[in-house]
């Protein structure tokens, strides 16, 4: 990670503390539980982006770059990079405040990917984004 990138890029679409439960056997957060953040958080934004239903369909790229401690304040960004005529591609940031740590005082991106969302009806059928 290049220190020169000290701002997420998007919104602040999802907050959360990482907690003991959420550990894997090295006392680390577990990986699947920052990608299910991230997912939640690129759903919240693709929900309101495709006005309505929508499915994961892809993960593209993703890299952890460091560890999340538990106690850490776990922050997902989200931006749209890609808007087709059923899908939409964002780019998700995780960055961590880490308030409880002593010698890193300032927050640090932890992990990035390319979500992938197709946008569904009732039936969970394809179906077209209304584009603004």
């Known amino acids: 990670m290049s220190e020169q990138n000290l701002e997420p890029a998007g919104a602040l679409l999802l907050r959360t503390m990482a907690m003991p439960a959420d550990t894997n056997p090295n006392g680390d957060i577990f990986g699947g539980w920052i990608m299910s953040q991230m997912d939640i958080a690129g759903g919240i934004l693709a929900k309101e982006l495709a006005q309505g239903r929508v499915a994961t369909i892809a993960v593209e790229s993703m890299k952890f770059i460091s560890p999340v401690k538990v106690g850490d ?37 932890v992990t990035e990917a390319r979500f992938t969302y197709v ?7 394809k179906r077209a984004i209304q584009k603004p």
């Open 73 to 109: 304040v776990v922050c997902c960004y989200g931006e749209l990079k890609h808007m087709g005529n059923t899908s939409l591609a964002l780019q998700l940031e995780v960055w961590v405040n880490p308030v409880l740590r002593h010698g890193r005082p300032k927050r640090f991106k």
């Open 119 to 125: 946008a569904i009806d009732d039936q969970g059928s």
